[in-house]
């Protein structure tokens, strides 16, 4: 008992999977075949990247928090898109999308970093701005023209596991894990997270890699533009809407501090892919998709009390 008081929300992580997987083989069993593991891993693969970047972030400390990321998703893809349009090679495509995404990131920690602004009110005016940029430089149309040869492995999948799931939410997960392990940066990333003055203080370049994390988080955001582009074969411009309220609440429920400085990425992987689930078992269930939203504000909120409570106990 103990320690799932000092661990709640790790317990209720693991509590909701038990809840899903019991309540799917009881009334739906039909979904734990191929096809259903396919399709939540597909939808994941954005939203995990996404969360993963949200999840460096908020671990970073000095109250993190990217609310750009889902206009950073939509307008890394237009750019993408119309890069190609005035002729810029086709396999230069993803290139560009985790460059834009990586310097529209870079752009958020700049003004957290050095000129000091709330981390929520810089990127909650970035989603505004990235997201009506997306929308006013496509007029509101989806961008056709992605290059075919890159549909097969957008839309393709290896043991009922996409290709893009396999090639990059796995890769970069790993790394993002052997980094905040084995490494300093990792380890300054903890250190400034847990406590910022103290990071200060022994030398660690605070400023600087707080820059760089947001930056991450937006080539991690540009990343999913690109797969969106060659899942989707079209370039929308509002592919990213509720992005950032689901990464918030991947990341919170998969263990990490939402003041920073506690957490690892594995919990997050873990809970992207709860968040999918139930919302491909709603669908199952024939709920409307219009609670889904409301289902993950009311996770962010018990995940917030359950850190809230954990942090008292310790």
Same mark, same amino acid.
């Given at each position: 008992?103990?320690?799932? /008081?000092? #661990? ?11 809840? =899903? ?25 954005v939203l995990a990247l996404v969360a993963l970047g949200q999840a460096l972030v ?18 890394? !893809? ?6 190609? #349009? ?12 985790? @460059?834009?995404?990586?310097? =529209? ?35 509101? $149309?989806?961008?056709?023209?992605? &290059? ?13 596991? &996409? ?8 890769? +970069?997960?790993?790394? +993002? ?13 903890? +250190? ?12 660690? &370049? ?23 582009? !060659? ?11 509720? =992005?950032? @309220?689901?990464?918030?609440? $991947?990341?919170? @429920? ?15 992987? +873990?809970?992207? =892919? ?27 909120? $018990? ?9 008292? /106990?310790?």
């Amino acid at each position: 008992m103990k320690f799932l /008081r000092a #661990h709640l929300v790790t317990s209720l992580l693991v509590l909701l999977w038990c809840l =899903l997987l019991g309540t799917v083989l009881i009334l739906q069993p039909g979904m734990l075949d191929p096809i259903t593991l396919t399709t939540i891993l597909q939808f994941a693969t954005v939203l995990a990247l996404v969360a993963l970047g949200q999840a460096l972030v908020v671990l970073a400390g000095g109250a993190g928090i990217d609310l750009s990321v889902g206009g950073n998703v939509s307008l890394s !893809a237009v750019a993408g898109m119309m890069a190609l #349009h005035a002729g810029l090679p086709p396999v230069l495509l993803p290139v560009i999308c985790l @460059l834009c995404g990586f310097l =529209l990131g870079l752009f958020n920690g700049y003004l957290v970093a050095k000129l000091k602004i709330w981390p929520l009110i810089v990127t909650l005016g970035t989603f505004y701005a990235w997201s009506g940029l997306a929308l006013a430089l496509t007029g509101g $149309a989806a961008q056709s023209g992605v &290059p075919r040869d890159i549909l097969p492995w957008g839309r393709g999948v290896l043991a009922a596991i &996409p290709l893009p799931f396999l090639c990059c939410v796995i890769p +970069a997960f790993v790394i +993002a894990w052997a980094i905040l392990r084995f490494t300093s940066w990792g380890r300054w990333i903890y +250190a400034m997270g847990f406590n910022e003055r103290s990071a200060r203080l022994v030398g660690i &370049p605070v400023d600087r890699l707080r820059m760089l994390v947001y930056g991450i988080c937006g080539a991690l955001a540009g990343c999913a533009g690109f797969i969106t582009l !060659a899942w989707l074969g079209s370039g929308r411009p509002n592919v990213g809407v509720n =992005l950032e @309220l689901e990464s918030l609440t $991947a990341a919170l @429920l998969g263990g990490m501090a939402i003041f920073g400085g506690r957490g690892g990425v594995v919990g997050v992987f +873990a809970a992207t =892919l709860l968040l999918v689930a139930i919302k491909t078992s709603l669908l199952q269930f024939g709920i409307n998709t219009v609670w889904q939203v409301g289902v993950v504000g009311v996770l962010l909120i $018990a995940v917030l009390l359950a850190d809230r409570f954990s942090s008292y /106990r310790r």
